[in-house]
């Protein structure tokens, strides 16, 4: 069956870095879009950054030029780098796979928790 498995979360200082990571089985990784969205207590999911299956990426405003994206097809892993972080920072964070546009298949892993304290 599909796995995500999200690891890296934890506590840390404003200002300090995080790397997360999202190992992958039970799909053919390098097809899929692969992101990583976050959930805030009391707040929506929100996307924080996506990266394609040719390597382009994308980022909500709030991250760029602190977070960084990236994949290893080779380890079915992607990865999120995150420095200078911010309070606002804190939350779950989530790792998505999807497959498809108009009509798509997704999975989730099941959450890493991210706490920045100031």
């Known amino acids: 069956q599909v796995q995500l498995v999200e690891s890296g979360g934890g506590l840390v200082q404003a200002g300090g870095s995080l790397r997360l990571s999202c190992a992958a089985s039970?799909?053919?990784?390098?097809?899929?879009?692969m992101g990583w969205y976050r959930q805030a207590p009391g707040k929506q999911r929100e996307l924080v950054a996506t990266?394609?299956?040719?390597?382009?990426?994308n980022y909500a405003d709030s991250v760029k030029g602190r977070f960084t994206i990236t994949r290893d097809n080779g380890k079915n892993t992607v990865y999120l780098q995150m420095n200078s972080l911010k309070p606002e920072d804190a939350a779950v964070y989530f790792c998505?796979?999807?497959?498809?546009?108009?009509?798509?298949?997704?999975?989730w892993g099941q959450g890493t928790q991210v706490t920045v304290s100031s």
């Open positions: 998505n796979a999807r497959l498809g546009s108009a009509t798509y298949i997704e999975y």
């Open positions: 039970g799909i053919t990784f390098s097809l899929y879009k």
């Open positions: 990266i394609s299956s040719s390597g382009n990426t």
